[in-house]
């Protein structure tokens, strides 16, 4: 684990709320000038706690109106049957995020849709007919509040 200064965490939280900003912004925002805070994020960078860069899309302006949060209990169990499942619903491009928890489901699913008719379909010709599939239950995103974690 990399320690982190009062400056530092200052620093990530600027970055996680507008990765966008220049050294210089940054450096502004948290009391440094652009080199120091150009050497901080360098150094962020080295020690792994910057792991990249993302560009967060909105789904409502490119149409895809709904979010459905899937639990899917898969059917039959077994190292293949994970592999095999995995596989697959990663190559669904309505499947925007798939996460194996510990629970009452095996996976967790973030799939968007145009609409409910668009998110049907998604479920019955894509998500139901993979490998393994057995019980599938389904949320429908109403609202979300993003917040930055513990910085």
């Known amino acids: 684990m990399t320690p982190l200064d009062d400056t530092d965490r200052a620093l990530l939280r600027e970055m996680v709320r507008d990765a966008g900003q220049s050294a210089a912004q940054l450096g502004a925002a948290v009391g440094l000038s652009q080199p120091a805070a150009w050497r901080r994020i360098r150094r962020l960078r080295e020690?792994?706690?910057?792991?990249?860069?993302?560009?967060e899309l909105d789904a409502q302006a490119l149409g895809f109106g709904v979010t459905v949060f899937l639990g899917v209990k898969l059917a039959t169990r077994g190292r293949i049957s994970l592999?095999?499942?995995?596989?697959?619903v990663t190559a669904i491009p309505e499947v925007q995020l798939v996460e194996h928890v510990l629970g009452l489901f095996d996976y967790r699913l973030r799939v968007v849709a145009r609409d409910l008719a668009d998110f049907e379909r998604v479920l019955r010709r894509r998500i139901m007919t993979l490998p393994g599939v057995g019980d599938v239950e389904a949320n429908v995103l109403l609202s979300e509040e993003r917040r930055p974690g513990p910085i």
């Open 47 to 55: 020690a792994g706690v910057l792991a990249g860069r993302r560009v």
């Open 83 to 88: 592999e095999d499942f995995e596989r697959a």
